[in-house]
């Protein structure tokens, strides 16, 4: 089995958002910075301004929630005919469906178009030890790291499509009836 090398990133894949106050837009600044790095699509984004990297990792997590929640209630509302009694059926697979299908319109609406769905929270102190964070005056940076997303995105808008479609056959059915 090959061993993994561990590389350090070169300069141009790294960008850092240094937490210099030099005047009262500061902030402004910082996410200027961060906003420069993102459409930059550079691999590795460390954020040491404590404020704004918080807001950016609280920004992704609900994203990555809205798209897990997409998944496993799509998921859901596909398997429960699999497991449950008829009478029961509709009260679960039905509100799972348009969760599912909810939640998955919300991330498009909302984050899909988004530079920052592309990068995850790194926590790992295996990978973030191979960074030169010792460079940082923070002692606490946010670390993102750019991930392809696009089977993500495709596994989460197919279940949601499919339970959707689920949810559209049973309604069809009770109409008819």
């Not at 993994?4 to 902030?27: Q, T």
């Not at 609280?58 to 596909?78: D, Q």
């Not at 009694?85 to 178009?113: E, I, K, T």
Request: proline residues 5%.
């Amino acid at each position: 089995m090959a061993e993994r090398v561990s590389v350090l990133p070169s300069p141009s894949d790294c960008a850092i958002i240094r937490e210099v106050y030099d005047g009262e837009n500061a902030h402004e600044h910082f996410e200027f910075q961060l906003e420069h790095a993102l459409e930059a699509e550079c691999q590795i984004i460390v954020i040491e301004p404590s404020r704004i990297g918080d807001e950016t990792a609280r920004w992704i997590t609900a994203g990555n929630c809205l798209h897990k929640t997409s998944v496993i209630a799509g998921v859901s509302c596909l398997v429960s005919p699999l497991m449950l009694p008829s009478r029961v059926l509709n009260y679960v697979s039905l509100p799972m469906g348009f969760f599912s299908v909810a939640c998955a319109s919300l991330y498009g609406v909302s984050w899909q178009f988004d530079p920052c769905c592309k990068y995850q929270v790194e926590y790992d102190t295996k990978k973030l030890s191979r960074l030169p964070l010792h460079t940082l005056t923070s002692t606490s940076p946010v670390v993102l790291v750019r991930h392809d997303d696009k089977y993500r995105k495709r596994l989460h808008n197919l279940v949601a499509v499919l339970a959707g479609v689920y949810c559209g056959v049973k309604i069809y059915q009770w109409w008819t009836q």
